[in-house]
């Protein structure tokens, strides 16, 4: 783009705020708008089942920038603007109230959004989900006083804001289809050290059964579960998975696929001068030699800083493997993975509480999850970067 160029960003998460910075750090010099649906500056949701949820940081902490960062860096973020319609081939978008705004590149950072179970009762509105601050601003008040909760799905959300909701002294069960809690992406070694932290925290566990329904009463509900068994509580929360929300692109006819708007390593999408970045992306990663879904908030800055840096000119390519950070209660495991599946699991005891699971496919590094033994985190990435064979 040349300068008087139009760079139009939907969204306002860590993705979209991450293309403005990297499009101005490679000196783009055209006017950046930012149209982000929710009203507050972009804001860090990590601590929204953790720090902020547990009270040890206040709201005016969460911003991802100050106010001024904005202005300083000559970019229009308009809150509380949400778009309705892309037009790739007027290169137009329109907004809810009715606006048109013209682009020469349009940045799709949308995000992704909460999954509500269907069982009957899960359509109850009284029933949480965990997204914004306002859930997790919610969830905080209805605890405020102890009280029950119950907490559906074993995912990362659901394991962290288990343990924190159990050290804000609530009463808390979990119920999961999982054998073990997350053991459908980090295996079993990992699984059951996840399970021994929430059962230390206090949390009631109820494993590999199902939610039948959900019953609304007087003071709060019941909750059945698989064949016999019911729980009652307060507050239900969902933590059952989230989904892209790809219905701009959907729309618009660019291509989507497993969920996720297809973009190549520069973040471009199918059609059009669009790109897509973050959670709502299913980019090529050079390194992977494939595309990768992953909902992590490093990536979401990683690849708002290669549409950036590209769309201003400079060069740039999604070749890093994807990781995150996960603390529950006050354990952290580092994961780095290409993320979609291996064949083999190898847990290795460091001793105390330090562990290592390596996964691989075909003898080939294709993962690593570290508690207590960041070299291990470290090296991990490089030899998943490089196809390296599996650490014996
Ligand atoms: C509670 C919670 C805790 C998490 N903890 C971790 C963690 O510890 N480690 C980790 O790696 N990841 C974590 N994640 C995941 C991480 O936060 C996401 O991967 C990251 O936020 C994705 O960034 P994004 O910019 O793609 O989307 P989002 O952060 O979802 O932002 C998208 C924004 O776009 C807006 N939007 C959507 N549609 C429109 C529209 N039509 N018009 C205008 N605006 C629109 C949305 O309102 C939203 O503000 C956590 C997520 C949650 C919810």
Not at 221 to 248: K, N, Q, W
Not at 253 to 277: Q, T
Request: glycine share 14%; aromatic share 6%.
């Amino acid at each position: 783009m040349n300068q008087g160029d139009r760079l139009v960003i939907v969204g306002g998460g860590p993705s979209g705020l991450s293309t403005a910075r990297a499009y101005r750090e490679t000196s783009g010099a055209g006017s950046v708008t930012i149209l982000a649906g929710e009203d507050h500056l972009p804001y860090r949701r990590p601590p929204l089942t953790k720090e902020y949820l547990r009270g040890e940081i206040p709201r005016k902490e969460l911003p991802i920038e100050p106010g001024s960062w904005f202005e300083e860096n000559g970019v229009d973020l308009r809150t509380g603007t949400k778009v309705a319609a892309l037009d790739p081939g007027q290169a137009k978008i329109e907004t809810e109230d009715g606006e048109e705004i013209a682009y020469d590149a349009c940045v799709l950072a949308t995000g992704s959004e909460p999954i509500r179970i269907p069982v009957p009762g899960g359509g109850d509105p009284g029933i949480l989900t965990m997204r914004t601050v306002e859930n997790s601003t919610e969830l905080q008040r209805r605890v405020a006083n102890g009280g029950r909760v119950m907490v559906v799905g074993s995912g990362f959300i659901g394991c962290e804001v288990a343990a924190s909701l159990s050290m804000r002294s609530a009463e808390v069960t979990l119920v999961s289809m999982e054998e073990l809690p997350q053991a459908d992406r980090l295996g079993e070694g990992a699984g059951e050290q996840i399970k021994g932290w929430l059962e230390d925290y206090g949390v009631e566990l109820h494993l590999g059964v199902s939610v039948e329904e959900i019953e609304h009463t007087g003071e709060g509900y019941r909750v059945h579960i698989g064949d016999s068994e019911m729980v009652v509580a307060e507050t239900v929360l969902f933590g059952t998975g989230a989904r892209p929300r790809t219905v701009l692109a959907e729309k618009a006819g660019l291509a989507v696929e497993k969920g996720g708007i297809v973009c190549d390593s520069s973040m471009r999408a199918s059609y059009g001068r669009v790109f897509a970045v973050g959670d709502v992306a299913l980019a090529y990663n050079e390194a992977a030699g494939r595309r990768l879904y992953v909902e992590h908030w490093g990536e979401a800055l990683n690849m708002g800083q290669v549409a950036g840096t590209i769309i201003a000119g400079g060069e740039a390519v999604w070749n890093v493997a994807p990781g995150f950070w996960s603390t529950i209660g006050e354990e952290t495991i580092k994961y780095v993975a290409w993320g979609d599946g291996y064949d083999e699991a190898r847990f290795v005891d460091h001793g105390g509480r330090a562990f290592t699971v390596w996964y691989g496919t075909e003898g080939v590094c294709v993962g690593v999850l570290a508690h207590d033994h960041d070299e291990d985190y470290e090296h991990g990435r490089k030899l998943i970067e490089s196809g390296a064979a599996l650490p014996e």
